[in-house]
Nanobody, 118 residues
Framework: QGQLQESGGGLVQPGGSLRLSCVAS???????????MAWYRQAPGKERDLVAS???????DYADSVKGRFTISRDNSRKTAYLQMNDLTAEDTAIYYC?????????WGQGTQVTVSS
């Protein structure tokens, strides 16, 4: 029920864009829909930090460092959360993790690497 699968990471030049996807393949709709979906990232030697989150009702929240550049969204019919990342910089280089949270119970994906480099 907790399995999350991220995709969409890769190597991109500064100023480029990527779209990450996170599929909750084993969650049933009645569990996925009210879940808070979030993206975290962890750069080498640093802690894992919250990037963006979206509630079941669509309310979003962003880290200050990504406001105006990243957009989190979700498609409940596909049990999928997305992270659109624009105007990427080297400081965005990290492993990006998807998290699903329902009533304090959390599940994590394996992560997808995002590297921003020329």
């Amino acid at each position: 029920q907790g399995q999350l699968q991220e995709s969409g990471g890769g190597l991109v030049q500064p100023g480029g864009s990527l779209r990450l996807s996170c599929v909750a393949s084993r969650a049933i709709t009645s569990v996925f829909n009210p879940s808070v979906m979030a993206w975290y990232r962890q750069a080498p030697g640093k802690e894992r930090d919250l990037v963006a989150s979206i509630t079941g009702g669509g309310r979003t929240d962003y880290a200050d460092s990504v406001k105006g550049r990243f957009t989190i969204s979700r498609d409940n019919s596909r049990k999928t959360a997305y992270l659109q990342m624009n105007d990427l910089t080297a400081e965005d280089t990290a492993i990006y993790y998807c998290q699903r949270n329902l009533s304090g119970r959390t599940f994590w994906g394996q992560g997808t690497q995002v590297t921003v480099s020329s």
